[in-house]
């Protein structure tokens, strides 16, 4: 069975402050691994993918992610966090049957 | 070229009327994916789609909801005699493959309110 879990519902972090939204996995086969971002209101945005190669991914604005394969992770990072950045961020994994298994999600607010 | 359209953005419905949500994919998609954001929970998968046929339907309720993706035209979740607990937002996303290292486009998503 294919599960993601997002340990943290909520991260507060000041803004300019490093940001971390953790992510774990458990996968039967190779992990494809996606994170989106979900503003009130608004649907999905992509942010970034890992399916293999290198295990730091750069993503969509400034957001970066590590897959690291011992820990079963895949933490999405930004050095400095924005206002704007104040959303509800997703991790997930792509399974045999091009389906989505999701997290429960984490809401990030970066205080000005 | 515009995103995945899906439409109406809001949709209140009485218990016991039918709900239908409508769903444009991508220029050029052909797979058509169906999932529903309970309040404070994340997303969950209910149905992929290609054209004319059901691929997966292993997260449809079993018996009200159902889906289809017609040659011409675009994907419609339908949900008979909608209860309260089917209140949920409702999101299609579209993809051009199938393949491992595709992403998924996303609509704004349909708001079901059921009174």
């Known amino acids: 069975a294919q599960s993601v879990a997002q340990p943290e519902d909520q991260v507060n972090v000041a803004e300019g402050n490093p940001l971390t939204v953790k992510c774990t996995y458990s996968?039967?086969?190779?992990?494809?691994l996606f994170w989106y971002v979900q503003y009130p209101n608004r649907g999905l945005q992509f942010l970034l993918k890992y399916i293999t190669g290198d295990n730091l991914v750069k993503g969509s604005y400034g957001f970066e992610a590590e897959f690291n394969k011992s820990q079963t992770s895949f933490h999405l990072k930004k050095p400095s966090a924005l206002v704007s950045d104040s959303a509800l961020y997703f991790c997930?994994?792509?399974?045999?049957?091009?389906?989505?298994?999701f997290g429960g999600g984490t809401r990030v607010l970066v205080k000005p | 070229n515009a995103g995945v359209m899906q439409n109406p953005r809001h949709l209140v419905r009485r218990r016991g009327q039918e709900a239908r949500l409508r769903c444009s994919p991508m220029?050029?998609?052909?797979?058509v994916y169906w999932y529903r954001q309970l309040p404070e929970e994340g997303l969950k998968f209910m149905v992929y789609l290609q054209k004319e046929n059901i691929i997966d339907e292993s997260g449809m309720p079993k018996e009200r909801f159902s889906a289809e993706f017609p040659k011409e035209g675009p994907s419609i979740l339908r949900i008979q005699q909608v209860v309260r607990g089917d209140s949920a937002a409702y999101f299609c996303?579209?993809?051009?493959?199938?393949?491992?290292?595709?992403?998924?486009?996303f609509g704004q998503g349909t708001r079901l309110t059921v009174v």
């Open positions: 996303a579209s993809s051009r493959e199938t393949g491992g290292n595709t992403e998924a486009f």
């Open positions: 220029k050029g998609h052909s797979h």
């Open positions: 996968v039967s086969g190779n992990p494809y």
């Open positions: 997930a994994n792509k399974a045999a049957g091009n389906k989505l298994t």
